[in-house]
C-alpha cells in the first residue's frame, strides 16, 4: 500500500489515509520515479507548513515511493481512465468562476489556488475541457501548469482576447490533447453598461465566441470538428436574442460545412423542459437561429435528447435538480456521409467538496461522443 496526503482540511493540515492498490491499479501504475515525485509535489504545494511540523511524514512518502511502483495519481480521481481511442471524444463545459481583480474578493467559493489545483485534478481525464470567467491569470496559469503535467505536456489553447476599449477578456479558455489546426474568436457588440449594472456589467469583458478546428490525432488531419466556446450576457437578458445572432453568423462564417462543431458554455438561457416547450423562449429563439445558419439544421441540444425532461440544473451545487439549466453542450452534424459527433452520454457534476462546498457556483456539464468517420476506424491511439 501507498500512503497518500489528502489535501482535504483538518486542524493540522496533516491527515493522511492508506489505500491498498487492487491489481488493476498497479497494472496501471506505471510512470516513472520522476514523474511520480512532480505529481507529488502538485499534491504537497501549499502544505509547506504541516511538512516542516510533521517532518517524519515526509519520510514515510519518500520510503513509499522507493518500496512500491509509481502510481498514476489520474487513476485515483477519475470516474474511469481517459480514452486513448481517437474514436472517442470526451467534452466538458464548465464556469469556474476566477473573478479578476480587484474583485476576486467576490467569487462565491473561497480558496482560488486550490480551487484551481483540484479542478484540474477533476477535469484532466477529458480531451475537450472548455472553461469560462478564468479572468484571473495567476489561478488561470496554477490550473492550466497542473493540467499539462497530467498531459504529459500535450496540451494546446485558445483564450478569450483583450480588445482595446475592455477591462479583461471574455474569460472562455479552451483547453485539448488533440492536434489544433486553427483558431479565430468573436466579440459581441451588444452588452450590458456599467452605467446601468455598475461593476457586475458584462461590459468590462469582452465577451464573445473563441473557435478552435481539432482533429483526433495526427494521423488523421482531415478528420475535424470545429469547437466553439462562449459565455453570454448575464445581466441584461433583453440583450440575450443580439448575441444569439451574432454567435449563429460566426458559427456559419467558420465552421466547416462538411465537419461536425460543438458549442460549448454558459448561455445564461433557461434550458429545462418549459422553456424548451415554449416557442417564444429565448431557447427557442436560440436554437431557430443555429439552425437557420446551419447548411443541414441538425443542431441538437445534447441534455434533453438523452435525458428527456430531467432537469439538469447548473446553476444549484446542491443536487442537479433543482435550479436552472444554463450551461449546454450543443452538437451540430452534417448530413452523411460526412463525418458525425453521436452523443453517447451526457451527465451534470456538481463536484461538490468539503473544503470549499463545491468547486464553482456552476455545476459542470460532461458529455462522450463517437466520432464516426470511415478513414477514423483505423485510429489507435492518440499520439
Known amino acids: 500500500m501507498v500512503i497518500i ?164 477578456s471574455g474569460g472562455c479558455l479552451l483547453l485539448t490533447r488533440r492536434p489544433l489546426q486553427d483558431i479565430s474568436s468573436t466579440v459581441v457588440d451588444d452588452y450590458s453598461q456599467p452605467l446601468d449594472y455598475g461593476l457586475q456589467a458584462d461590459g468590462f469583458a469582452a465577451k464573445g465566441v473563441i473557435h478552435a478546428r481539432i482533429a483526433p490525432n495526427k494521423k488523421y488531419p482531415e478528420q475535424k470538428v470545429d469547437v466553439y466556446v462562449t459565455h453570454l450576457e448575464a445581466r441584461a437578458g433583453h440583450l440575450r436574442p443580439k448575441q444569439y445572432a451574432q454567435m449563429a453568423d460566426f458559427l456559419h462564417r467558420t465552421n466547416d460545412p462538411a465537419s461536425p462543431f460543438l458549442l460549448l458554455g454558459d448561455l445564461n438561457t433557461q434550458g429545462q423542459p418549459e422553456f424548451q416547450q415554449d416557442p417564444q423562449s429565448q431557447y427557442a429563439e436560440l436554437f431557430r437561429l443555429l439552425r437557420a445558419q446551419s447548411p443541414a439544421g441538425r443542431v441538437t441540444d445534447v441534455w434533453p435528447l438523452l435525458h428527456g425532461n430531467a432537469l439538469g440544473g447548473t446553476n444549484k451545487q446542491e443536487s442537479d435538480k433543482i435550479g436552472k439549466r444554463i450551461d449546454y453542450i450543443i452538437v451540430g452534424n452534417p448530413q452523411p456521409p460526412h463525418p458525425q459527433l453521436t452523443p453517447v452520454a451526457i451527465e451534470v457534476k456538481t463536484f461538490q467538496d468539503p473544503r470549499v462546498v463545491a468547486l464553482s457556483d456552476h455545476n459542470a456539464v460532461t458529455a462522450t461522443f463517437k466520432w464516426t468517420a470511415k478513414s477514423l476506424q483505423a485510429a489507435r491511439a492518440v499520439p
Not at 486542524?11 to 498497479?26: G, I, P, S, W
Not at 495519481?73 to 474514436?87: C, Y
Not at 479542478?119 to 475537450?128: G, K, N, P, S, T
Not at 497542473?146 to 494546446?156: E, P
Open 5 to 168: 496526503f489528502n489535501p482535504s482540511p483538518t486542524k493540522y493540515h496533516d491527515h493522511v489515509f492508506l489505500t491498498t492498490l487492487t491489481q488493476k491499479a498497479r497494472i496501471k501504475a506505471n510512470r516513472s520515479l520522476h514523474r511520480m515525485a512532480c505529481i507529488r509535489m502538485l499534491y504537497l504545494q501549499g502544505h509547506q507548513r504541516m511538512l516542516a511540523v510533521r517532518p517524519n511524514l515526509v519520510l514515510l512518502i519518500l520510503t513509499s515511493t522507493l518500496i512500491f511502483p509509481p502510481l498514476d495519481f489520474r487513476s485515483l480521481f477519475a470516474d474511469e481512465p481517459a480514452p486513448a481511442d481517437a474514436t472517442t471524444l470526451r467534452v466538458i463545459t464548465y464556469n469556474i468562476q476566477f473573478l479578476p481583480e480587484p474583485v476576486s474578493y467576490q467569487n462565491e467559493r473561497a480558496q482560488p489556488e486550490y480551487r484551481a489545483r483540484r479542478i484540474a485534478e477533476e477535469v484532466c481525464r477529458f480531451d475537450l475541457v472548455a472553461l469560462q470567467e478564468t479572468f484571473h491569470d495567476q489561478h488561470r496559469s496554477i490550473l492550466v501548469d497542473q493540467l499539462r503535467t497530467a498531459w504529459d505536456g500535450k496540451l494546446q489553447s485558445m483564450r478569450s482576447p483583450t480588445p482595446a476599449g475592455f477591462y479583461t
